[in-house]
């Protein structure tokens, strides 16, 4: 009996311990959605005017460019899926790796050739695991993401959707990513970068009850898209991965939690089961005590006669 209760205090003093550290992931998690936050924020105004500003420059001229123009008969396209980097955050990058499938699906069903490039060890790890074709990864800074990541990951990218699908380009780019929408609640998205839809843009302004702005072009209106292809592309990727980010954070934060609560559950009904034990132990040893003393007072009563 002494075995089991020993068994039992090494069991709660293991989960107690796990407790420690699952708390301490947890707070450091609530703390990095704020930071987080605010820089999803702080990215929205640039690029919401810069979109604004391609949207005028290609309605108000008849420039044909990568940035805006459909292909006719598009027959590759290019996906950008944002994982993370570390686990411990129960379903987020599964449920993003998801909806990469159901987009390539869709894609494949239209006929087009999908290049798959991942952002995050948990997204290199699923594809490499299948031995599926990457063009090109980025990992390590998932959780905290700079411009210059942005910019890293923009340029392939571009470079693709520059090119001529003879020579490897294509004709779309797609980014699959974990929208924040609130503490509780990010969802895995997928949003076409380009061709940029001028129809949804005017839609979106309309409803806004925005005006776009009229511009002169120097030196023409195809330099000026040149200019901002780049720009754009890098501030929606930006966006994205801040996005990702603050829902890594929202998402560990809840695991963490609920293997908190989990361990305290646990180190309860472990307690109990030990007490339960413990009381067993006594019993049986004031079980033993007694028949001892008895045992001896029989002795001794048959000795006397």
């Given at each position: 009996?002494?075995?089991?209760?020993?068994?039992?205090?090494?069991?709660?003093?293991?989960?107690?311990a796990t407790k420690k550290i699952t708390k301490a992931m947890e707070m450091i998690a609530a703390s990095r959605i704020v930071k987080a936050q605010r820089k999803v924020a702080a990215s929205m105004p640039y690029a919401t005017e810069l979109t604004r500003a391609v949207t005028a420059v290609a309605t108000g001229s008849n420039a044909k460019h990568p940035l805006t123009t459909e292909a006719e008969a598009p027959t590759r396209a290019a996906v950008l899926l944002?994982?993370?980097?570390?686990?411990?955050?129960?379903?987020?990058?599964?449920?993003?790796?998801?909806?990469?499938?159901?987009?390539?699906?869709?894609?494949?069903?239209?006929?087009?050739?999908?290049?798959?490039?991942?952002?995050?060890?948990?997204?290199?790890?699923?594809?490499g695991f299948r031995e599926r074709k990457v063009e090109e990864f980025?990992?390590?800074?998932?959780?905290?993401?700079?411009?210059?990541d942005a910019k890293r990951i923009a340029a392939p990218l571009i470079e693709a959707i520059q090119k001529e699908t003879a020579e490897g380009g294509v004709d779309e780019l797609h980014i699959v990513f974990t929208e924040f929408v609130s503490m509780m609640t990010q969802n895995a998205v997928d949003d076409r970068m380009l061709p940029l839809s001028l129809d949804e843009v005017a839609q979106e302004s309309t409803r806004k009850g925005e005006i776009l702005p009229l511009f002169e072009f120097e030196p023409s209106a195809e330099d000026v898209l040149d200019a901002l292809l780049p720009r754009y592309v890098e501030s929606r990727i930006y966006n994205a991965l801040l996005q990702a980010a603050a829902s890594e954070h929202a998402a560990r934060r809840r695991a963490m939690k609920s293997a908190t609560d989990n361990a305290g559950d646990l180190i309860?009904?472990?307690?109990?089961?030990?007490?339960?034990?413990?009381?067993?132990?006594?019993?049986?040893?004031?079980?033993?005590?007694?028949?001892?003393?008895?045992?001896l007072a029989d002795a001794t009563a048959g000795s006397d006669k």
């Open positions: 009996m002494g075995a089991q209760l020993r068994v039992y205090k090494r069991r709660i003093q293991a989960v107690t944002v994982t993370s980097d570390r686990g411990l955050a129960g379903g987020y990058s599964s449920n993003a790796i998801k909806a990469a499938e159901r987009l390539r699906e869709r894609l494949a069903g239209e006929g087009k050739e999908v290049d798959t490039y991942i952002v995050g060890r948990k997204g290199v790890a699923y594809y980025w990992t390590g800074f998932t959780d905290n993401p700079a411009y210059s309860k009904s472990l307690s109990r089961l030990a007490n339960a034990a413990r009381q067993a132990e006594i019993t049986q040893e004031i079980s033993e005590i007694v028949g001892g003393a008895s045992a």
